[in-house]
């Protein structure tokens, strides 16, 4: 362990100048066990692949993840302290102390937390530990946009207009936007997934703007700085993959489009870019592999682009670690990129040239991210049990990589992502009906989630089309969020009410009124249920008749056309999944689906009802079926508040009261600004008022639905 540090501290010493040097020098450190200073999904990846390749793992924790499934992956875990980061997952020093405890060579930091923070690296290498990514020093130059970009354009690679300098008073920013024209892009200079970041589209709003993200930068990173560039009409965020190890080799992995951003943040990520000219696409790859060497890099890094409708392209910034979206990146070139950076963190050379890595690509990847959000609630992140949870089975072509399970809990303190469904195909077309099949497999109640967005989102004619910018989703505003006003049509009424009946435990003895000898299904006779469904009440009716089948008819808020329908299935398990699988069918029509019945708590106060999911296989959104309660449950149940109160969307901290105690205000009018997941939100008056009382104080830590300002209404 004595000549691990003495080469460890080679390397302190000497990464600062060029890797090439130690090209005779480099020592190999062998890794036999590792510790993974993250959590969720990511730190489920590392492991898997660190035991393919035959290292012990060791996983920390936060006091609200005893249970997550990375702890108990690990062949180790140990706890680091309170659920907040920066008291656990941030602990730099406790996680150096459990990795020198447990006697790990090396800590992988995964994305997020440490894993672009240059003091984490050096205290790693000070330590005698190896730390898997970049030398310090790419990350610190990296990590402050106007330094990578004077040092990206000393490299020859195309960087766009814009100001990056230290004077930051609003005059001064504010006059370097008027010469840039607008609009303008203000951004945290140590910003990063779309914190701290805004668009100004005219002199007017400049001001405001800078002062919104400056305010979120304060509280994401501590730190104000902003600049100001350029805004790309149409833009496309195209990054490539890039590699780099000890010896001075780098080379790249191609491009991934991650265009389609929701709150400038990725939510579906494909490789390669569609559309893209083979002459571009090589030249992109050309640029990222120069902006690699520039920085001396090592381990896996992704150089980001911006790229216009004329396919010109623009460095934005490099992320210095893994990225989420990897593995669209691993699917079409056939690697296992933690493998690639646990070779190179030993001093390995990068196991493939680049001519070896051009041979590879190989057909298109997808990758759809499952969060648990609210798309019609401006994609509020959420929270809570995942009451059910079931993904689609893996193949060679489709992997799901997550961190939870059913019976897991989605904690507000860390980001609400579920799963990464990554699909392959042999063209981007294949690919993406993978994909929408893939969706059409998820099965999850309990918090709000954007699959069904996500769907909606794949099977946008523009999207299938590749047609695909970072305004995607505003410019197909009435496609992907269609009114909520459609009714049902009456026969996925009766594929619910066929599913809760069969559901039903078997009457005891026999029911006088079952008049049909042979009946397959104990269904009472005749025997009806009030479903709702996104507020519309309908009600199906069930004769059985001899043969076993059913006539059916719906009555209530349901679509025009023919409510009277002779219904038959049956429910089966899937014993290697243990989904429950509902076969119908309607007038000799048979359909299949997935079915989740969440039984509710009746006769209580605050009760729950039942509700009935359908998810079905073709790819049609699921639907959630609530069983209506007698009248005098509802009645009873009390607590909520009335939608139109300013509440809290989501749990979250308060940032900023906005009026005052007796102030009268106009509808719309700000009244709190909030932090959900590091984003700001503001709350607006839902009506002209007076402000009677505020209920809440700045930092204080709030729950969903909790009322902020009691308004009297003029
Ligand atoms: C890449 O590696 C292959 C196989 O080792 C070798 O044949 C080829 O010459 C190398 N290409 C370059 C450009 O170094």
Not at 244 to 254: K, R, T
Not at 282 to 308: C, H, Q, S
Request: glycine residues 8%; contains cysteine; negative net charge.
């Amino acid at each position: 362990s004595r000549s691990k540090y003495v080469a460890n501290s080679y390397f302190l010493r000497h990464y600062t100048s060029q890797a090439l040097a130690f090209k005779e020098n480099v020592q190999e450190t062998q890794i036999s066990k590792l510790l993974i200073a993250n959590r969720g999904e990511i730190a489920c990846r590392v492991m898997k692949t660190a035991k393919q390749m035959g290292i012990q793992t060791v996983a920390v924790y936060s006091e609200v993840d005893r249970q997550q499934m990375h702890v108990q992956m690990a062949d180790e875990a140990y706890f680091i302290g309170p659920a907040a980061s920066e008291k656990s997952y941030l602990n730099m020093d406790k996680i150096i102390e459990v990795a020198k405890a447990s006697g790990c060579e090396a800590i992988h930091p995964g994305y997020g937390f440490l894993s672009e923070n240059a003091e984490f690296a050096e205290l790693c290498l000070g330590n005698g530990l190896v730390f898997v990514g970049p030398p310090a020093s790419a990350i610190r130059d990296m990590g402050v946009k106007s330094t990578s970009k004077r040092i990206m354009s000393d490299a020859d690679v195309p960087i766009i207009q814009g100001y990056h300098g230290e004077e930051q008073s609003d005059s001064r920013l504010l006059q370097e936007a008027k010469k840039i024209g607008f609009p303008v892009m203000i951004k945290a200079v140590r910003g990063g997934g779309g914190k701290g970041m805004r668009i100004a589209a005219s002199e007017d709003v400049f001001l405001e703007q800078l002062s919104s993200a400056r305010r979120e930068a304060k509280a994401s990173f501590n730190d104000e700085v902003m600049l100001v560039e350029k805004y790309v009409d149409r833009p496309r965020h195209v990054e490539v993959q890039v590699f780099g190890d000890h010896h001075g080799n780098a080379v790249h992995l191609f491009e991934r489009d991650c265009s389609v951003q929701r709150r400038h943040q990725k939510i579906i990520e494909e490789s390669p870019a569609p559309g893209i000219s083979l002459s571009t696409r090589m030249k992109l790859g050309e640029a990222a592999v120069r902006a690699a060497k520039a920085v001396g890099y090592v381990g896996a890094g992704t150089v980001e682009f911006v790229m216009d409708p004329e396919q010109n392209f623009y460095f934005m910034e490099m992320n210095t670690r893994l990225q989420v979206e990897h593995p669209v990146t691993e699917m079409v070139t056939g690697t296992d990129l933690v493998e690639w950076q646990l070779l190179v963190a030993q001093g390995n050379p990068i196991p493939s040239n680049q001519s070896e890595v051009n041979d590879r690509l190989s057909g298109h990847a997808f990758e759809a991210r499952i969060y648990a959000e609210d798309p019609d609630n401006d994609f509020m992140p959420g929270a809570g049990l995942l009451t059910h949870l079931s993904a689609p089975n893996a193949t060679p072509n489709l992997r799901v990589e997550t961190g939870v399970r059913q019976g897991d809990e989605v904690s507000s303190y860390y980001d609400p992502m579920i799963a990464k469904l990554v699909v392959w195909g042999k063209d981007r077309s294949t690919a993406l009906r993978g994909l929408l099949r893939g969706l059409g497999e998820y099965a999850i109640v309990g918090p709000d989630t954007n699959i069904k967005f996500l769907q909606r989102l794949s099977k946008h004619p523009s999207f299938k089309l590749g047609d695909v910018h970072t305004g995607f989703i505003d410019q197909h505003n009435d496609a992907l969020f269609p009114n909520k006003d459609g009714k049902i049509r009456p026969r996925v009424a009766c594929r619910a009410a066929l599913a809760y009946f069969l559901s039903l435990p078997q009457p005891s003895g026999g029911d006088p009124f079952v008049d049909c000898s042979d009946f397959q299904i104990n269904i009472p006779s005749p025997t009806s249920v009030v479903l709702s469904v996104d507020d519309c009440d309908i009600t199906v009716v069930a004769n059985p008749c001899e043969n076993g089948d059913y006539v059916m008819t719906v009555h209530g808020d349901v679509n025009e056309g023919d409510n009277e329908m002779l219904v038959s299935g049956t429910l089966d398990r899937d014993a290697s999944t243990s989904s429950v699988y509902l076969s119908t069918s309607i007038d000799d029509v048979i359909m299949k689906e997935k079915i989740v019945i969440v039984p509710g708590t009746m006769g209580v106060r605050n009760a729950e009802p039942d509700t009935i999911h359908l998810y079905p296989t073709n790819g049609d959104e699921s639907v959630k079926f609530t069983l209506k309660l007698p009248r005098y449950v509802t009645q009873s149940a009390g607590g909520a508040v009335s939608s139109g109160d300013p509440v809290a969307p989501s749990v979250g901290n308060i940032i900023k009261i906005l009026v005052e105690k007796g102030e009268q205000v106009a509808q719309g009018q700000p009244l709190v600004a909030m932090e959900v997941m590091k984003m700001e939100h503001v709350i607006r008056a839902p009506h002209d008022a007076a402000v009677e009382s505020i209920l809440v104080d700045v930092n204080e830590h709030v729950e969903k639905n909790t009322l902020l300002v009691k308004l009297v209404k003029k």
